[in-house]
């Protein structure tokens, strides 16, 4: 028995694969984030299996017992409410627990936001550094100044209700003439990409009801590489 990774449509449902189908109807138990959310995808795809809560606030407890099950001979998919379990979404725990317990991992390829949003932004994407979620407080400030001479894009998940604030921080530390490209509500009917300087880009979303997860990808530091080479 294994546990199976199993992304799941960001948005668009259409983006399920038929593999991951396949797998979720063949498991003895699916662990999902929020089993509410997560029954809204499986009723859509007439899949009718047991499922765990396992969400960041009861990894920790949760993620041995998952374990132990598998062990006792119980085939496990993780999914979460969007995307691939693990990449900002609970899942590195279990899978740290199974791989310590000799319990094979197997991980479906799968949606995940920060790709299209890295493609899209027209920014190089041969090398980059994936940030996920800046501390909302302690250490926030820390953290982006430490990113200054970051030469390789760099991407962040943001919250709709943040996105003003992350722009405004980023002209503090970056500079307003510093590129970026922010995409919202990707894969869905208002899906949308703002490229620009970050204060164009500040300037837009001011005058706009922001709604929608964020993903920031933001151009690195091109100064401190051309120091580098000269």
């Known amino acids: 028995m294994k546990l199976y990774i ?26 999902a984030e929020d089993t509410r959310k997560s029954g809204i995808l499986l009723k859509h795809l007439n ?45 590195f725990f279990l899978v740290r627990e199974c791989i310590k317990q000799d319990i ?25 550094c994936f940030e996920g979620f800046l501390p909302q407080k302690k250490g926030r400030q820390t953290k982006i100044k430490s990113l200054q001479d970051e030469e390789r894009t760099m991407i962040f998940y943001e919250s709709p ?18 590129k970026v490209s922010v995409s919202r509500e990707l894969t869905k009917i208002f899906e949308e990409t703002k490229r620009g300087s970050l204060q164009d880009v500040l300037d837009y979303f001011k005058n706009k009801t922001i709604k929608g997860e964020i993903v920031i990808v933001l151009e690195g530091n091109k100064v401190s590489h051309k120091k580098i080479n000269e």
């Open 6 to 31: 199993v992304p799941t449509p960001i948005g668009n449902l259409e983006d399920i694969t038929l593999r991951a189908i396949r797998v979720l109807k063949e498991v003895d138990l699916i662990i």
């Open 47 to 91: 899949i009718n299996k047991k499922m765990f809560s396992h969400h960041q606030h009861n990894e920790h407890k949760t993620a041995a017992m998952i374990a132990e099950r598998i062990a006792n001979g119980e085939s496990v998919a993780l999914i979460t409410d969007a995307g691939t379990p693990a990449i900002s979404d609970p899942g």
């Open 104 to 128: 094979e991992v197997e991980c479906l390829p799968g949606p995940t936001a920060f790709v299209p949003a890295l493609v899209n932004s027209g920014l190089p994407c041969d090398t980059f």
């Open 161 to 178: 209700y943040r996105l003003i604030k992350i722009l405004e921080e980023f002209i503090e530390f970056f500079g307003a003439e510093r």
